[in-house]
């Protein structure tokens, strides 16, 4: 029975064809930027509120269309305190412009020694 299983795979895997070459999505329509930071477990709610507070600020920028953030529930670790900013924009232009705002540049080094990571995702909405 094994046998017929590993013949049967096999054959599978080598009549599979050619893999797919993933195509290019246009960047057309919004663009998404989803920020979710991770803060260390000594943060104090006070910097968190800091930091929530200047994510908001930047919602206030020009090039920015629409902003919204949440706290993640992490059932596996409770402990660990992540919250979650969208940001959207018109363009990768726009993003590019309000990264390397003085205001961006300001906020990025707000806390930075209570946060344990930032993960940072972009995608087009179609």
Do not use: C
């Given at each position: 029975m094994?046998?017929?299983?590993?013949?049967?795979?096999?054959c599978?895997?080598?009549?599979k064809?050619?893999?797919p070459?993933p195509?290019a999505?246009?960047?057309?329509?919004l663009?998404?930027?989803?920020v979710?930071?991770?803060?260390k477990?000594?943060t104090?709610m006070d910097?968190?509120?800091?930091v929530?507070i200047?994510?908001?600020n930047?919602?206030?920028?020009?090039?920015v269309?629409?902003?919204?953030?949440?706290i993640?529930?992490?059932?596996k670790?409770?402990?660990?305190v992540k919250?979650v900013?969208?940001?959207?924009?018109?363009?990768?232009?726009?993003?590019d412009?309000y990264g390397?705002s003085?205001?961006?540049?300001?906020?990025i080094?707000?806390?930075?020694?209570?946060?344990e990571?930032?993960e940072?995702i972009?995608?087009?909405?179609?």
């Open positions: 094994l046998l017929k299983i590993i013949a049967l795979a096999t599978l895997t080598w009549n064809g050619p893999e070459t195509k999505i246009p960047a057309k329509g663009l998404r930027h989803v979710v930071v991770t803060f477990t000594n104090s910097l968190i509120r800091k929530d200047s994510f908001k930047l919602s206030k920028l020009s090039m269309k629409s902003y919204e953030w949440g993640v529930k992490d059932n670790n409770p402990s660990k919250h900013y969208v940001t959207t924009f018109k363009s990768q232009k726009e993003e412009a390397k003085p205001e961006h540049q300001k906020h080094k707000l806390g930075a020694e209570n946060i990571s930032v940072a972009d995608y087009f909405l179609p």
